[in-house]
């Protein structure tokens, strides 16, 4: 069974940060690419961050040079390092891998930036 599970979340203020993790289980989780989306209230789910199994990052516009995703294989653990946040980074914000042909799905972390 695939399980990713989500923490980090919180509340901060504008210009602080944030660690995000996201452990799995049930996959050999060196071998998949994995992703980080985020949803905001009202807003469609959207790509923040991926990372392939070879450690290559892609950002959102959005999000470029503030966020960084990083992964530890012998872990199973992804990480997204959140800094300079903004109240538009308020959101659910989720980790995702694509195995045996779906889409898998954490439960999401809440974070709230607001002063």
């Known amino acids: 069974q695939v399980r990713l599970v989500e923490s980090g979340g919180g509340l901060v203020q504008p210009g602080g940060s944030l660690t995000l993790s996201c452990v799995t289980s049930?996959?050999?989780?060196?071998?998949?690419?994995l992703n980080w989306y985020r949803q905001a209230p009202g807003k469609e789910r959207e790509l923040v961050a991926n990372?392939?199994?070879?450690?290559?990052?892609n950002y959102a516009g959005s999000v470029q040079g503030r966020f960084t995703t990083s992964r530890n294989n012998p872990w199973n653990r992804l990480t997204l390092q959140m800094n300079s946040l903004k109240p538009e980074d308020t959101a659910v914000y989720y980790c995702?891998?694509?195995?045996?042909?779906?889409?898998?799905w954490g439960q999401g972390t809440q974070v709230t930036v607001s002063s």
């Open positions: 995702n891998v694509r195995a045996r042909g779906r889409d898998f």
């Open positions: 049930g996959i050999n989780f060196k071998l998949y690419a």
């Open positions: 990372i392939s199994s070879s450690g290559d990052t």
